[in-house]
């Protein structure tokens, strides 16, 4: 389901756009679409950050390593 966002520009922009054919339905949902995705990745980037930070706090090289050759047998 969609739902209409509005907003302003000024008026000279609009009549800017117009002239070059720009859709600026098309452009304001990819800005959107884009800028929600680079906070989600962001955001993914910092709690992978932190994991990792705890992962090697708690996990030691070795215990990787084990894991690792484990999966590979199971194989």
């Not at 800017?16 to 600026?24: G, M, P, S, W």
């Not at 990745?41 to 709690?47: A, G, H, Q, R, V």
């Not at 030691?60 to 084990?66: A, E, G, L, R």
């Amino acid at each position: 389901m969609a739902v209409v966002v509005s907003s302003k520009i000024p008026e000279e922009l609009r009549k800017k756009a117009r002239t070059h054919n720009l859709k600026i339905s098309k452009i304001v949902r990819k800005a959107i679409e884009d800028e929600v995705r680079r906070i989600e990745e962001e955001s993914l980037s910092k709690n992978l950050d932190r994991i990792g930070r705890v992962l090697r706090k708690n996990v030691s090289s070795n215990d990787i390593v084990k894991a690792v050759r484990s999966s590979r047998d199971e194989k």
